[in-house]
């Protein structure tokens, strides 16, 4: 381990410690509490009832739930601004953070072409890159930055898959951790996104994928049924494997790359 790793191991364990006594410099208790009233639900597992009173909780789009949350977010965020020496810490932290390696994974090569994951703080967000070289110095280049294309932070890769012969990218995008992916389309050399996109192809609860055709002109991908397509249980559960053609707007998009 080298020196400076350890100083920064050391700055690490000094920041965590002082965040551990903040609470105690500042008392929550002045801040009025949000109530939450007792509605309760009772649950059959197997014969055995089971009483919970914030069974009501679970539902984030009830208006009770969201107006809940607002007050205990409001809440949390009054108590931590007034915490001294919040904004020393702070800073302290993102620089701790941003002083952190570039991390490189999901990695794969197409045509001779070398394709990763990268991430580094303090970006939301892994971006997709192409590498010159798997060996130092590798430069690099971003093929899809979701930080760009969405600057909340709130857009995820789930995965991505380039064509056989490493011109066209299809890459699973989902919002605010949903997971639920929907698969679209850039250029490798340019980034350009191509028109065509195919909704629910990924969900948490089975994961998704996608495999090019051998000529480059479709692409297999599970889907996950719309709703109305199948029982509600099974909407996200049912999962199929479908080959899509890749539309002609998008053949002639990448015709006209390849004839620059």
């Not at 303090?122 to 969405?150: G, I, T």
């Not at 049924?225 to 998009?253: A, F, I, S």
Request: hydrophobic content about 35%; charged content about 20%; aromatic content about 12%.
């Amino acid at each position: 381990m080298t020196a400076w790793t350890c100083r920064i191991h050391c700055w690490r364990s000094q920041a965590i410690f002082f965040l551990s006594l903040l609470p105690l410099l500042v008392g929550a208790g002045t801040l009025p509490p949000v109530p939450a009233p007792r509605q309760p639900v009772t649950n059959t597992y197997n014969s055995l009832l089971v009483v919970d009173d914030y069974q009501w909780l679970e539902d984030a789009s009830a208006p009770a739930v969201r107006d809940w949350t607002r007050l205990e977010n409001e809440r949390t965020r009054a108590y931590y601004s007034g915490l001294p020496f919040r904004e020393g810490l702070a800073q302290q932290l993102t620089q701790l953070r941003g002083e952190e390696s570039a991390r490189y994974y999901g990695m794969t090569e197409k045509n001779g072409r070398l394709f990763a994951l990268r991430f580094k703080p303090p970006a939301q967000q892994p971006v997709l890159v192409r590498l010159s070289s798997l060996y130092a110095p590798a430069l690099w280049r971003p093929v899809f930055d979701p930080n760009a294309y969405n600057t909340n932070g709130t857009t995820a890769i789930d995965w991505y898959v380039p064509s056989l012969d490493g011109k066209t990218i299809a890459i699973s995008l989902s919002e605010g951790g949903s997971e639920q992916g929907t698969l679209h389309f850039f250029e490798a050399d340019t980034g350009k996104k191509l028109a065509d996109e195919i909704p629910r192809v990924q969900f948490p609860t089975g994961g998704g994928s996608a495999a090019w055709t051998a000529d480059n002109s479709g692409i297999f991908y599970t889907r996950y049924p719309h709703q109305g397509e199948r029982p509600e249980q099974d909407v996200n559960l049912w999962r199929r494997r479908r080959l899509r053609p890749l539309p002609p707007r998008c053949l002639r998009q990448l015709a006209a790359t390849d004839a620059l």
